[in-house]
């Protein structure tokens, strides 16, 4: 297979060109750190705008995976921007037990209230299973992420704003990183929003036999519509992204890395899962455009990018799940 040889991007991933001199389009254009940096006051102004009158007990949501970054993103909201959040996550029955007690550690450690939403497992296990088999989803949007991996995160970021929405909160912050995701501050538009979830579930809908749209949170776009608006803050964009750093200081708070996770993952079983049916049914890694990104802004070498791409195949927790699921591997 033809692969970009500075970042490794290979000619299968969408709309991949690789040249005689074996660099791909993005390289080509010389692609270089996005600097974010600039959105951060954009971010402190709208603390100051929410630190006024009353204090109530929370003022931000945090989408809290029990994963390296969001918990780094968690220890930021509450040490450095002096916020007072509320963390928030999903149980998808794939989570990893390590990460349940990261999760427990940290938010004892800084006085913080975790809120587990625990979707009916059953419908879950549907969900993944139907996102794991057909190609259901735009190209587009699996070109960032693995099916599974979408179904999930789509319901963790509709509760997180459902949630926002019922306790009156203007800040939902998450822990994702370059390549992930291409703002770091940016309001929600309901419009949008209420297209992109109408698309989701009509997808989903035609393979699965129950009602999709009482499985996904209900938002209330009408109320949306009309309160203040309400704001996605990704502070890791704010920087250079520091693994080492963010290791370092989550451990302080009692964080220790997961053995049962594959390489891009600190938190979910069912990561790898996806990221292999992804790679075979697509012919390349879910992760391929953020490590290439990462490669291409000198946030990890090639090397180091290399061996993370390479962690595709199913291990035996792997296998467990697919048996589970009733899928074939
Ligand atoms: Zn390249």
């Not at 006024?52 to 995976?65: E, F, K």
């Not at 698309?199 to 776009?221: A, H, R």
Request: a positive charge; hydrophobic letters at 35%.
């Amino acid at each position: 297979m033809k692969v970009c040889k500075s970042c490794l991007l290979p000619q299968t991933f969408p709309k991949a060109q690789i040249d005689a001199a074996g660099l791909c389009n993005y390289c080509r254009r010389g692609t270089t750190l996005v600097d974010y940096s600039h959105e951060e006051p954009r971010f402190k102004a709208l603390i100051n705008e929410i630190q006024h009158g009353d204090q109530p007990r929370y003022n931000c949501l945090v989408s809290y995976s029990g994963g390296k970054d969001s918990s780094y993103v968690l220890i930021q909201m509450k040490k450095k921007y002096g916020l007072r959040p509320l963390a928030f996550t999903l149980d998808n029955g794939f989570v990893s037990e390590k990460a349940k007690e990261n999760m427990r550690h940290i938010c004892d450690n800084l006085g913080i209230d975790l809120l587990t939403v625990k979707p009916d497992p059953e419908k879950m296990d549907a969900v993944f299973k139907v996102a794991l088999q057909h190609k259901i989803f735009a190209k587009n949007v699996i070109s960032r992420v693995s099916a599974a991996c979408y179904a999930c995160i789509t319901f963790v970021n509709y509760k997180a704003i459902q949630l926002a929405i019922e306790k009156g909160l203007r800040i939902i912050a998450s822990g994702f990183t370059h390549g992930q995701i291409p703002k770091a501050v940016f309001s929600i538009n309901p419009d949008f929003l209420e297209e992109t979830f109408k698309d989701m579930k009509k997808q989903l809908s035609e393979k699965l036999n129950f009602d999709v749209d009482k499985f996904y949170p209900k938002i209330d776009f009408l109320k949306l519509k009309k309160a203040p608006a309400l704001y996605n803050v990704n502070p890791l964009l704010f920087g250079k992204y520091d693994e080492k750093k963010i290791i370092q200081t989550i451990k302080k708070y009692g964080w220790e890395r997961p053995k049962d996770t594959d390489s891009c993952s600190s938190n979910c079983l069912m990561n790898k899962v996806g990221n292999y049916y992804h790679y075979k049914m697509y012919g390349y890694h879910p992760y391929q455009y953020e490590i290439s990104s990462l490669i291409r802004i000198g946030s990890i070498t090639a090397e180091e990018g290399k061996k993370i791409l390479a962690d595709i195949l199913i291990d035996n927790k792997g296998r467990n799940i697919i048996k589970k699921l009733g899928l074939k591997e």
